[in-house]
């Protein structure tokens, strides 16, 4: 289960990430605009989602064994992983049609 909450926070938070680093002022403003408060809030929750995800992937009982780990966070990396290296290898890019 904390895998799925872990994937639903991350799904939300790379959005806010994306418009941090990449896009400040280069979107047009919607109906329901922040102000100068969007990017304090962008990265409080991105905080949040990073703090969120590590919560989520601590073992909730100590001493740990192999069938009390929280097995979270070793799902979420091999399904990165391999989703990385699926798109490396098969991805080849939009494809472009020529109608004459």
Same mark, same amino acid.
């Given at each position: 289960?904390?895998? &799925?909450?872990?994937?639903? #926070?991350?799904?939300? /938070?790379?959005?806010?990430?994306?418009?941090?680093?990449?896009?400040?002022?280069?979107?047009?403003?919607?109906?329901? #605009?922040? /102000?100068?408060?969007?990017?304090?809030?962008?990265?409080? !929750?991105?905080?949040?989602?990073?703090?969120?995800?590590?919560?989520?992937?601590? =073992?909730?009982?100590?001493?740990?064994? &192999?069938?009390?780990? #929280? +097995? &979270? !966070?070793?799902?979420?990396?091999?399904?990165? /992983?391999?989703?990385?290296?699926? +798109?490396?290898?098969?991805?080849? /890019? =939009?494809?472009?049609? #020529?109608?004459?």
């Amino acid at each position: 289960m904390s895998a &799925a909450v872990i994937s639903i #926070n991350v799904s939300y /938070g790379l959005p806010l990430l994306c418009r941090l680093i990449w896009v400040r002022g280069d979107m047009p403003k919607g109906p329901f #605009n922040l /102000g100068k408060l969007s990017i304090p809030l962008n990265s409080i !929750s991105c905080i949040w989602v990073i703090f969120f995800g590590v919560i989520l992937c601590i =073992p909730s009982v100590s001493p740990v064994a &192999a069938d009390t780990m #929280n +097995w &979270a !966070s070793v799902m979420i990396c091999g399904i990165m /992983g391999l989703s990385v290296i699926f +798109w490396f290898k098969s991805y080849k /890019g =939009p494809v472009e049609t #020529n109608e004459e």
